[in-house]
């Protein structure tokens, strides 16, 4: 084929011309390897088998054959697990080497890919293995590999630190007293821990040293794990296995799986998806340039119909072979909302509705340059994806503790304020709002106030509520205190909830935003911390049991507004809810139904605030200082007093 115009592939004749669902990548069986390319714009692609995956160790070249639809293929008749090979790909007389974009094993830095023979790869009982059941929320852990069991204090074994294999380990503890890692986070309560990118990506050298670090946000081989997270990065099967292991563990100790995923750029052009096929996975600029919405330096073009195609086998691959419960789209808003009905339905189709969880961020950085009438997954669009798909919301995170762009704008619990519509919409998981987060329901809405990216909670805190000393290794009661009322408001958010690896402990990164390619001491969680900020774990861990409980919170269906009643401003910087916690019938089974409304109180003042209750005994469930008081819970009628800056959740007994 002649030099390739860009608008060419938007075209229907390329789709009709090229467009194919026969399987590509490698297809091992007991006796012959095929090998299938798809590089509908190449004159000529090479196969080359290599002993390993990184030195000049070349077996053979073989010359591939055009199968059909801009298939190339070539068959080895025998299994060649083990073996690795990249491809020779010429377009327009360049001739470009590349790894296979549906690779599943690679080698050391993923420049080489591997065959792979994925039964070979599985631990001990990974034919067993299973998530555990649906919890009555989601609860959302979002870790880092390297930041989960780096520090020295985390008590995993040297050589597994900063690894996959640090997930299984069970008993970890910091000095023999307080637990870490995986018997930390059964404590905790949470549900789902989300992995950021264990993919394999770029940014790290895997030959290279330990100290390196980076989030993982530039994806080089989407269906391989990251091998820097591996034991062996050399072999490809190894971090396949160690992470299946990790996988598995958490399953076993209760925890549901999600995956960071990063459809929306690649690390550069210099990778498979640009080499194989150059230009067709991605959008251009009207001056041919690379689009750059992402601001990672390109976008991949998601509403070609072999890239969707891509990225649902990719999604679908890592549900089945590596028992991911969920994933969670990195720029969203880049990705089509096409796509992402699809990627729900087909995981709905194949492992039953909702069983795994779709969300993302619906926003990019800046504008992308995707085909004419493409509908992207941006807020304005979140009201056409399937209402299970669920998205951060920004504006109940910026709410309750300020605006994240600006270090020093505060919100409810720093002395900013919130009024009582901003509250009513928070409480609602902005279900039918039409301006900040227009979702359709809670069932849409990611509750959250701190993620990965920009200022940890406790250093927005420091930056709004301590900026003349800006210290944010000492923790005063006053922080504290402004950290309790940001959960009590966050967990009394109808939708999903969600919290960066922690939160819970204060975690802080001395001020710095963006952490993803600083050390691993900035990053990594300090396990001394955790245990010297116990009494905030436990008052995170008291509103995680608690939450679970509460079907007026729980409640995802469509009508789960109508659970929250009158809302008001009592008093300046006083503000109430009643919440309907009824237990519909079918749901019986599932709540034990101890209180059939709530009645919350936020104070953010800095008085003691007297509040009536609604009529009738009310049992305190939790206060500004203790989320455990469910357990035995006093019983108030009348007047109460709201300490300063506090919240008071109570809870009101059927008849
Ligand atoms: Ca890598």
Redesign the pocket.
């Known amino acids: 084929m002649n030099r390739i115009e860009n608008n060419i592939f938007d075209s229907k004749e390329f789709e009709q011309a090229y467009h194919t669902e026969l399987p590509l990548g490698v297809l091992l069986t007991d006796n012959e390897t095929e090998f299938r390319l798809w590089s509908p714009t190449a004159s000529e692609v090479t196969l080359n088998l290599y002993a390993d995956g990184h030195t000049s160790s070349l077996i053979v070249r073989c010359s591939m054959k055009p199968l059909t639809h801009g298939i190339w293929a070539f068959t080895i008749a025998e299994p060649l697990h083990g073996v690795y090979y990249d491809y020779s790909v010429t377009v327009d007389n360049v001739c470009r080497t590349t790894p296979d974009p549906y690779a599943r094993a690679a080698g050391v ?2 420049t080489r890919s591997m065959v792979v023979n994925l039964r070979k790869t599985n631990p001990n009982g990974w034919e067993l293995d299973k998530a555990p059941a649906r919890p009555a929320e989601n609860i959302i852990y979002e870790v880092h590999v390297k930041d989960f069991s780096n520090a020295v204090s985390s008590g995993v074994p040297a050589n597994l630190r900063g690894k996959y294999l640090a997930f299984t380990q069970e008993h970890t503890t910091l000095n023999g007293e307080s637990k870490t890692c995986l018997s930390y986070l059964k404590d905790l309560g949470v549900t789902h821990v989300q992995l950021m990118p264990v993919y ?3 940014s ?1 050298d ?1 030959a290279g040293a330990d100290t390196q670090y980076n989030w993982g946000y530039d994806p ?2 989407y269906n391989v794990p ?3 997270y591996s034991c062996d ?1 050399y072999h490809g099967e190894v971090r396949i296995k160690e992470l299946k292991s990790a996988i598995a563990a958490l399953h076993r100790n209760g925890f549901r799986v999600i995956m960071d995923v990063v459809y929306n750029h690649t690390y550069s052009l210099d990778c498979a998806l640009f080499k194989s096929a150059p230009w067709y996975f991605y959008r251009q600029n009207r001056d041919k340039s690379p689009s750059n919405g992402s601001a990672c330096g390109n976008d991949v073009a998601s509403e070609r119909s072999m890239c969707a195609r891509y990225i649902v086998d990719s999604v679908l691959y890592w549900a089945e072979e590596y028992h991911m419960d969920g994933f969670r789209f990195d720029l969203m808003g880049l990705l089509d909302v096409d796509l992402m009905n699809r990627i729900q339905q087909q995981l709905d189709t194949r492992f039953g509705e909702g069983e795994k969880l779709v969300f993302g961020e619906p926003w990019s950085a800046t504008a992308t340059a995707a085909r004419k009438g493409t509908l992207l997954c941006q807020k304005e669009n979140l009201k056409r994806l399937n209402p299970r798909i669920g998205a951060f919301c920004d504006a109940t995170r910026d709410a309750v503790k300020g605006d994240l762009m600006d270090a020093h704008n505060k919100g409810a619990v720093n002395g900013g304020g919130l009024s009582a519509t901003t509250l009513r919409s928070m409480l609602t998981g902005w279900a039918g709002n039409r301006d900040k987060f227009p979702v359709q329901g809670c069932s849409q809405s990611i509750c959250y106030i701190s993620a990965h990216d920009d200022w940890t909670l406790w250093d927005k805190l420091v930056y709004t509520m301590d900026a003349q000393t800006l210290n944010f290794k000492d923790c005063p009661e006053r922080l504290l205190r402004a950290n309790r009322l940001a959960v009590a408001l966050y967990f009394c958010c109808q939708g999903h909830l969600f919290l960066l690896a922690g939160e819970e402990f204060a975690r802080t990164k001395n001020g710095m935003k963006n952490s993803y390619s600083y050390s691993p001491a900035v990053n990594q969680m300090d396990w001394e911390r955790c245990a010297q900020n116990s009494a905030l774990v436990e008052y995170y861990r008291g509103f995680i049991a608690l939450r679970k409980q509460l079907i007026g919170l729980c409640d995802k269906s469509e009508l789960a507004s109508y659970r929250i009643r009158t809302v008001q401003e009592i008093k300046p910087d006083c503000l109430t809810a009643l919440v309907d916690n009824t237990v519909p019938p079918f749901e019986q089974a599932n709540y034990s139904n101890r209180w059939s409304k709530l009645f919350l109180v936020f104070n953010l003042s800095q008085a003691s605030t007297s509040v009536l209750l609604p009529s009738g005994n009310w049992e305190l469930l939790a206060d500004g200082a203790n989320s455990f008081l469910w357990r035995e819970p006093k019983l108030y009628c009348g007047s109460v007093t709201a300490a300063p800056v506090s919240a008071l959740i109570f809870g009101k007994k059927e008849k």
Do not use: K
Request: aromatic residues 8%.
């Open positions: 830095n993923g394999d990506y770029g790290v895997e080089i081989n990251e091998g820097s990065p």
